[in-house]
């Protein structure tokens, strides 16, 4: 028996406005871009709303109506659902149709879709906890499976994830860390014993992706059956075909026009038609399969660009001088307890920023370009870096509005406790 565990991944930025050296000081509305560019957050959440979200929502329902077998995985970004519940409930209550039908699996992640487990713990254990509790407020659901960002992996993440009671934990499949090995098989992360890693196959999973409506590609055009003839290849060579991919595959990165909603239609049945295939979930998968051995992943892995590493968002110099100036700050946010200034500066570790200030050219450079709003990566650096200049001056203004509460309540408390003469005492 094969099975096939399709996961998607749900995301959409707070992106940040283009802000000037003259808005320092003047404009704390950091994403809230009053153009009709793609900074502008609604704009483009109303836009893939439509060409992704509620048409293939809608389709996958009508397939776990079709075919009980079928199953899959879904794990949201915290801003995402944020902005949806805001904004656009329609799309969040096609979510939660899905998810009531019992065979729509739940990820763990970071709410903020951030890079905080490589700069600070402890941020990082607060953005999953919140993560938790909106999916628990919103769905009913509590994770047993995690998935961090841009499924980014290594050996301590995986024994963090251990002890804090997750079944599994999601990698990419590639040979460099493989070897010989297969990702078709569950693998055990070194120095753990119980929790166990799912791996990306990354050649079938970017056929949809990436590749789906490439014409020079030799595997266009892709239809259902020429694609589960190729997942049937695999039988006898593994116990799980793990399909791994942005949720915004389908109608947003290939728009309908190519024939991706007909080929996800399809897929299930093509799959099916083999009796020794079948659908689970990330925990089903665990559930069933044991570990055929160890994975030894001690340098950061992740599923982009052609190093498979953390370079697409700290590989130049622009962008690890942003990364460590935010996380700079998070002690002076933290202790001043803003609700609003600890969400933006939040808000500002979503990894997307960083992946728009990649300065990396030929093919990888060209998806950077594809998914940045920004006219250059210098640009977005610009816009990021003079926002930080302004958080830092409302940290500033928020620590001097503090000492001033505190030597006014402190000469209250000084006139409330100083001894009084009475009128009595005076005259006598």
Same mark, same amino acid.
């Given at each position: 028996?094969?099975?096939?565990?399709?996961?998607?991944?749900?995301?959409?930025?707070?992106?940040?406005?283009?802000?000037?050296? =003259?808005?320092?000081?003047?404009?704390?509305?950091?994403?809230?871009?009053?153009?009709?560019?793609?900074?502008?957050?609604?704009?483009?959440?109303?836009?893939?709303?439509?060409?992704?979200?509620?048409?293939?929502?809608?389709?996958?329902?009508?397939?776990?109506?079709?075919?009980?077998?079928?199953?899959?995985?879904?794990?949201?970004?915290?801003?995402?659902?944020?902005?949806?519940?805001?904004?656009?409930?329609?799309?969040?209550?096609?979510?939660?149709?899905?998810?009531?039908?019992?065979?729509?699996?739940?990820?763990?992640?970071?709410?903020?879709?951030?890079?905080?487990?490589?700069?600070?713990?402890?941020?990082?254990?607060?953005?999953?906890?919140?993560?938790?509790?909106?999916?628990?407020?919103?769905?009913?659901?509590?994770?047993?499976?995690?998935?961090?960002?841009?499924?980014?992996?290594?050996?301590?993440?995986?024994?963090?994830?251990?002890?804090?009671?997750?079944?599994?934990?999601?990698?990419?499949?590639?040979?460099?860390?493989?070897?010989?090995?297969?990702?078709?098989?569950?693998?055990?992360?070194?120095?753990?014993?119980?929790?166990?890693?799912?791996?990306?196959?990354?050649?079938?999973?970017?056929?949809?992706?990436?590749?789906?409506?490439?014409?020079?590609?030799?595997?266009?055009?892709?239809?259902?059956?020429?694609?589960?003839?190729?997942?049937?290849?695999?039988?006898?060579?593994?116990?799980?075909?793990?399909?791994?991919?942005?949720?915004?595959?389908?109608?947003?990165?290939?728009?309908?026009?190519?024939?991706? =909603?007909?080929?996800?239609?399809?897929?299930?049945?093509?799959?099916?038609?083999?009796?020794?295939?079948? =659908?689970?979930?990330?925990?089903?998968?665990?559930?069933?399969?044991?570990?055929?051995?160890?994975?030894?992943?001690?340098?950061?892995?992740?599923?982009?660009?052609?190093?498979?590493?953390?370079?697409?968002?700290?590989?130049?110099?622009?962008?690890?001088?942003?990364?460590?100036?935010?996380?700079?700050?998070?002690?002076?946010?933290?202790?001043?307890?803003?609700?609003?200034?600890?969400?933006?500066?939040?808000?500002?570790?979503?990894?997307?920023?960083?992946?728009?200030?990649?300065?990396?050219?030929?093919?990888?450079?060209?998806?950077?370009?594809?998914?940045?709003?920004?006219?250059?990566?210098?640009?977005?650096?610009?816009?990021?870096?003079?926002?930080?200049?302004?958080?830092?001056?409302?940290?500033?203004?928020?620590?001097?509005?503090?000492?001033?509460?505190?030597?006014?309540?402190?000469?209250?408390?000084?006139?409330?406790?100083?001894?009084?003469?009475?009128?009595?005492?005076?005259?006598?």
């Amino acid at each position: 028996m094969l099975s096939i565990c399709p996961y998607f991944h749900v995301h959409q930025p707070y992106r940040i406005k283009k802000y000037r050296v =003259f808005d320092i000081g003047q404009d704390s509305e950091y994403f809230n871009a009053s153009d009709e560019t793609d900074l502008n957050n609604l704009k483009v959440l109303k836009k893939v709303a439509r060409k992704s979200y509620l048409p293939a929502n809608e389709t996958l329902l009508g397939l776990l109506k079709k075919h009980p077998e079928f199953c899959f995985a879904l794990s949201f970004s915290g801003v995402l659902l944020e902005q949806i519940e805001e904004h656009l409930p329609e799309v969040l209550d096609s979510f939660k149709k899905l998810v009531h039908t019992g065979r729509v699996e739940l990820l763990a992640d970071t709410y903020y879709h951030s890079l905080a487990f490589f700069y600070s713990r402890r941020e990082f254990e607060r953005q999953v906890k919140q993560h938790e509790r909106l999916l628990k407020r919103i769905f009913n659901v509590t994770p047993k499976v995690f998935r961090h960002t841009e499924l980014s992996y290594n050996n301590d993440m995986a024994k963090w994830a251990e002890r804090h009671g997750y079944l599994g934990i999601m990698a990419e499949g590639w040979e460099p860390v493989l070897g010989w090995r297969s990702p078709n098989f569950i693998y055990s992360p070194k120095d753990c014993k119980k929790i166990k890693v799912l791996l990306k196959n990354y050649k079938l999973s970017d056929d949809i992706a990436f590749r789906f409506s490439e014409r020079s590609w030799a595997g266009w055009p892709l239809d259902a059956n020429k694609f589960a003839g190729w997942v049937s290849n695999h039988h006898g060579n593994g116990n799980t075909i793990n399909l791994f991919m942005d949720f915004e595959t389908f109608g947003e990165h290939q728009w309908e026009s190519t024939g991706i =909603f007909h080929f996800l239609e399809a897929l299930p049945g093509a799959l099916l038609a083999n009796p020794d295939t079948t =659908f689970m979930t990330p925990t089903e998968t665990i559930e069933n399969y044991e570990s055929v051995g160890e994975i030894d992943v001690p340098h950061v892995l992740t599923w982009a660009d052609t190093e498979r590493d953390l370079t697409a968002w700290t590989g130049n110099e622009i962008q690890r001088y942003a990364l460590s100036s935010l996380y700079d700050l998070e002690k002076d946010v933290l202790v001043l307890k803003d609700k609003k200034l600890t969400s933006d500066w939040r808000k500002l570790q979503t990894s997307d920023h960083f992946y728009y200030m990649c300065t990396k050219w030929s093919q990888d450079g060209d998806v950077h370009k594809y998914f940045s709003p920004y006219e250059s990566p210098y640009d977005a650096h610009i816009s990021f870096m003079n926002i930080l200049q302004d958080v830092r001056l409302r940290i500033k203004e928020a620590k001097k509005k503090k000492r001033k509460q505190r030597i006014s309540k402190k000469y209250q408390n000084i006139n409330q406790n100083a001894p009084r003469t009475s009128l009595s005492n005076s005259n006598s």
